[in-house]
């Protein structure tokens, strides 16, 4: 059984840093992505960031290139996004998700989700 787990939400000052954490288990996802969604109220889900699972390969959505950094650590099956320059258009809900079936950077496709761990950015 497939599981992701976030951690590392909160509440933060525009101007400030947050780093989320996943912990996947279950199974491990070779040449696919492992990525970062969100979702702010009365707004679609959009991806955030990825990161091939055995590479190097990320992805970022424009609006977050330059302040947020994907990574990950194989050793302990899980992957972080640091979140840095953070302004209110960046609250929402994050959900850590993966894909058995696509490449990095594609939005469709991502089989597993985790709960999602709130994202507020106070001005």
């Known amino acids: 059984q497939v599981e992701l787990v976030e951690s590392g939400g909160g509440l933060v000052q525009a101007g400030g840093s947050l780093t989320l954490s996943c912990a996947v288990s279950?199974?491990?996802?070779?040449?696919?992505?492992v990525g970062w969604f969100r979702q702010a109220p009365g707004k679609t889900r959009e991806l955030v960031a990825a990161?091939?699972?055995?590479?190097?390969?990320?992805y970022y959505a424009n609006s977050v290139k330059g302040r947020f950094t994907m990574s990950k650590d194989n050793a302990k099956n899980s992957v972080y996004l640091q979140m840095n320059r953070l302004n209110v258009d960046d609250t929402a809900v994050y959900y850590c998700a993966a894909s058995s079936r696509i490449p990095v950077g594609v939005e469709g496709g991502y089989d597993y989700w985790g709960q999602g761990t709130p994202v507020t950015v106070s001005s």
């Open positions: 279950g199974r491990t996802f070779g040449d696919y992505p």
């Open positions: 990161i091939r699972w055995s590479g190097v390969s990320t």
